[in-house]
């Protein structure tokens, strides 16, 4: 079984689909940190991240795996290491490759065979799943996304700059040439503006089960 959740940045798509996850038995995989994985490497081998090419040479030589629920790059845990300024900058600009893209799910596919999974990223129900039995797309208001990532670390930016990032990063995500930010149409949309991550998780839950969500 294939769930696929789609998604602009900050909406909980990583949360929610971790908790339906743990709930039915499913195998998390969050897509974005494999872009998050390429651009860690750029940047920690000192390589230049606009060079297009260096970019696609780094994707094809990377490691990618994920183990009890952690991303490992080149045989090392990096999980944690993924949620930087610079990563949060450079993955939204080096994810719009088509390359790149296509490694990743190269990548995707791989290590989900055989697998029943719940997948989340910008193009899991278009791109990488279409044929997934579930797919969901999680919305909400930029102000709403920003004011949750705003409140998760009040100290770290003021909350117009974590707007303007997070306006900045859905114009790239919704305009990259190839997987591009869209609501499948077969998608089943909610706006988690004013639900709680528990509802969700139980909206999307009753949904898989085949109950009016
Ligand atoms: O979901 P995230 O913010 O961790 O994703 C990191 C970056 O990767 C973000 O800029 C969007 C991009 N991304 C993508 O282009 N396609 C995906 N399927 C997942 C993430």
């Given at each position: 079984m294939i769930v696929a959740i789609d998604g602009p940045a900050g909406v909980g798509k990583s949360s929610i689909a971790k908790m339906v996850g743990q709930k039915l038995g499913l195998y998390y995989l969050n897509s974005g940190n494999f872009y998050r994985g390429v651009t860690y490497r750029i940047l920690h081998q000192g390589i230049d991240p606009t060079d297009k090419d260096l970019c696609i040479k780094a994707a094809r030589d990377a490691d990618f795996d994920v183990r009890d629920g952690h991303f490992y790059l080149d045989g090392e845990d990096v999980e944690d290491e993924l949620h930087t300024p610079a990563i949060d900058l450079w993955a939204s600009k080096i994810s719009v490759i088509p390359e790149v893209r296509a490694i990743v799910n190269e990548n995707i596919h791989a290590l989900t065979k055989k697998l029943d999974i719940i997948a989340e990223g910008?193009?899991?129900?278009?791109?990488?799943?279409?044929?997934?039995e579930h797919k969901f797309f999680f919305d909400a208001e930029p102000e709403v996304r920003a004011k949750r990532r705003f409140d998760?670390?009040?100290?770290?930016?003021?909350y117009d700059k974590v707007l303007a990032e997070i306006n900045e990063r859905d114009h790239i995500d919704r305009n990259k040439?190839?997987?591009?930010?869209k609501i499948a149409s077969d998608a089943i949309y909610i706006?988690?503006?004013?639900?709680?991550i528990t509802e969700v998780c139980d909206k999307v839950v009753k949904a898989i089960k085949g109950q009016i969500a």
């Open positions: 910008r193009d899991m129900t278009t791109v990488v799943f279409p044929d997934a998760q670390n009040p100290d770290a930016m003021p040439p190839v997987g591009g930010l706006d988690t503006s004013y639900l709680t």
